[in-house]
């Protein structure tokens, strides 16, 4: 049974630049949430889907963007990239009816320049 | 503002010994409280809950207290291994209907010393 993967592992881009995070869920579950880990911090909640629409969001800014696909995969989006996007971007799936542990995936290393 | 803070960045132990990482959070609206584990180039593993309609769960080696007055966590680990060396955070979702949002302490560096 695949946990959650995430593509690419690392990734570097300038300032400017638009990237695209990429996650498959664990089987059997329907919900994705997308964390963003700075250095020496917690994850931080970006945003969550379900039924392919954004359900809740953090606190940031509409630069980030997301996407699910019918198949509950889903997509990250960053536009405009500053230097302080540079983190470790994690997927984290679920069953909507189930309890709140979340499976995360191994990340997605970004660095911006 | 922080709603759940861990205020030990790290923690060193002997192996054999008790670890005990604490847990502070401010939102008196949080009923519920996840522990997850995190080795390096992997994502976080889900460890151990409580609720907060209980003071203790335990789940082997692991034990987590809640003390709901101080709002306050720990999770013990009895014995520690070498293999307990990660970086622990607590977390917890918002009251009532979660939705899967977690807020997550900064996390302590816990080492286990063979």
């Known amino acids: 049974d695949a946990g959650v993967t995430q593509s690419p592992t690392h990734l570097i881009k300038t300032r400017g630049q638009q990237v695209t995070l990429r996650c498959s869920p664990k089987?059997?579950?329907?919900?994705v949430s997308w964390y963003q880990q700075a250095l020496g911090q917690g994850p931080q909640f970006i945003f969550q889907?379900?039924?392919?629409?954004?359900?809740q969001r953090g606190n940031f800014p509409d630069r980030f963007s997301g996407h699910q696909f019918p198949n509950y995969s889903s997509e990250l989006n960053v536009n405009a990239l500053l230097l302080g996007d540079s983190a470790l971007y994690l997927c984290?799936?679920?069953?909507?009816?189930?309890?709140?542990?979340?499976?995360f995936g191994p990340g997605t290393r970004l660095t911006v320049l | 503002d922080q709603q759940v803070k861990q205020n030990s960045p790290s923690l060193s132990v002997q192996e054999g010994r008790i670890s005990i990482l604490n847990c502070d959070y401010t939102n008196s609206m949080f009923d519920y409280f996840l522990w997850y584990k995190k080795y390096p180039a992997e994502g976080p593993t889900f460890l151990i809950s409580?609720?907060?309609?209980?003071d203790k769960n335990e789940d082997g080696r692991f034990t987590v207290f809640l003390n709901k007055s101080a709002k306050h966590l720990s999770l013990h680990i009895v014995p520690s291994q070498p293999g307990d060396s990660a970086v622990y955070f607590c977390?917890?979702?918002?009251?009532?209907?979660?939705?899967?949002?977690?807020?997550f302490g900064q996390g302590t560096i816990l080492t286990v010393h063979p």
């Open positions: 089987s059997g579950h329907d919900t």
């Open positions: 409580i609720s907060s309609i209980k």
């Open positions: 984290a799936s679920r069953i909507v009816a189930g309890g709140d542990e979340q499976f």
């Open positions: 977390a917890a979702p918002p009251g009532g209907t979660s939705y899967g949002k977690l807020t």
């Open positions: 889907y379900y039924e392919e629409e954004e359900r």
